[in-house]
Nanobody, 122 residues
Framework: QVQLVESGGGLVQAGGSLRLSCTAS????????MGWFRRAPGEEREFVAA????????YYTDSVKGRFTISRDIAKGTVYLQMNSLKPEDTAAYYC???????????????WGQGTQVTVSS
């Protein structure tokens, strides 16, 4: 009952920035946490960042701390991922997801966006 639409991916040189957006619609009142995950070719899906709807508590994987910032606009139903100082190893398909509990575990997220590709060249 929740639809997620992502945008903002693209091709950028190392050291550059991108901002990903994910807008949720439908029965979003059940959402407790919104998160970003990524999957590089040949790799497993990896947690990137998450934010809780009420308190705005944020969570990050170690590899992006200090470079990525997750935020949300409750009125717009949108979550953002500001990605700075991008590295080639950040290259992946990035997915927005929504969960009805506070979690960073991918299998505990109920709704997923279509994904947006981020490619960082060196």
């Amino acid at each position: 009952q929740v639809q997620l639409v992502e945008s903002g991916g693209g091709l950028v040189q190392a050291g550059g920035s991108l901002r990903l957006s994910c807008t949720a619609s439908g029965r979003t009142f059940t959402t407790i946490t919104m998160g970003w995950f990524r999957r590089a070719p040949g790799e497993e899906r990896e947690f990137v960042a998450a934010i809780t709807r009420t308190a705005g508590t944020t969570y990050y994987t170690d590899s992006v701390k200090g470079r990525f910032t997750i935020s949300r606009d409750i009125a717009k139903g949108t979550v953002y991922l500001q990605m700075n100082s991008l590295k080639p190893e950040d290259t992946a398909a990035y997915y927005c997801a929504a969960a009805s509990r506070t979690t960073v575990v991918d299998r505990e997220y109920e709704y997923w966006g279509q994904g947006t590709q981020v490619t960082v060249s060196s």
